[in-house]
């Protein structure tokens, strides 16, 4: 059988943490949405930045994760949502409340980045790829250092130059003294550091990092697309719809004409058609039975040659086929467009 101690706090809350803690959740009242945002190595200016960006458009706060709980817990009950927010509290974090577009002030939270070098001791989360070329050094002091961090390296017209690229790190491996020294040398900073999106409450609802950051033409697109899966079902199913309606008689017209052609029906939309599978029915007996002719008129010599035979005919398929996925991407473009007016 096994206990768990509680840590429960004796003495009271100083004044000022009281004050914060009610702050916080007067903020969780009076703002709709809320984004929990990870500052960890996020430095004082980038913060300086974030908060002159977010000016008139969002609040933002760093509390501690404890604190933050206390002003959760006191809002928790009128705002049942919020308290999701306790489990991601595990590490340096700011929340910002903003009543505007949530998927805006992400994409604003998302813009603060930095580059920064990678620091010896640390696991690299990305490849560093040397490029080659000429570095700018001469023979000196820098060439052994490129030489132990596994650099393949010479001289060139009195340079240090790279014989070729070279991955000087790879992801998850621990970056050595050597490899951070030619990093510095060469001023490579491959990490983008800034604060990260974690998650938020939009409207009520829970909604992830990357969903928030998704690409607004990433939205417009699957927009287009279930428009067009949508329209396609209904049109299968044959629900009849206003917006279907030119859909639904253009259908109509080439079943009627396809019909009509099946059964011999002669009449002014249905004699090109008719014309054409005639004359590729004569083209096919003339096609069987030319070898046995013993002379074949000029007239009929002209009437194969012009008329088209199944393998041309696959082609013309083929090449009305791209017309029309020509046409259609045009036409998704200019709904894109459209719809992009509209936001």
Known sequence: MSSYMVYKRKKPYPEKKKRKIKEIANLFREYHNILLIGIRDVNANQMKELRRKLWGKAICKVIKNTLAELAIDTVAKKRTEVAILKDYLVDMHALVFTNDDPFEIARIIDSIKEDRPL?????????????????????????????????????????????????????????????????????????KIGPKVIMGIVDGMLVSGEILLKPFEEYIKEIQITINETKTLAIEAKIFVPELFEDFVGLSIREAISLATIIGFIAP??????????????????????????????????LISATPTKEKKEEEKNVERKKEEKKKKEGEEEALAGLNLLF
């Open 269 to 302: 939309d249905t004699l090109p058609e008719a014309i054409r599978v005639a004359l590729s029915e004569i083209s096919t007996l003339l096609n069987t039975i030319k070898d046995e002719i013993p002379e074949i008129p000029e007239d009929l010599q002209k």
């Open 119 to 191: 620091k010896p001791g640390r696991v690299s989360p990305v490849d560093v790829v040397i490029k080659k070329g000429f570095t700018g050094f001469r023979p000196g002091p820098e060439l052994n250092e490129m030489r132990m961090a596994g650099l393949p390296v010479r001289i060139l017209d009195g340079e240090v130059f790279i014989t070729k690229d070279h991955v000087l790190v790879r992801a998850g491996q621990v970056v050595s003294p050597y490899a951070a020294r030619v990093m510095a040398l060469l001023d490579i900073k491959p990490l």
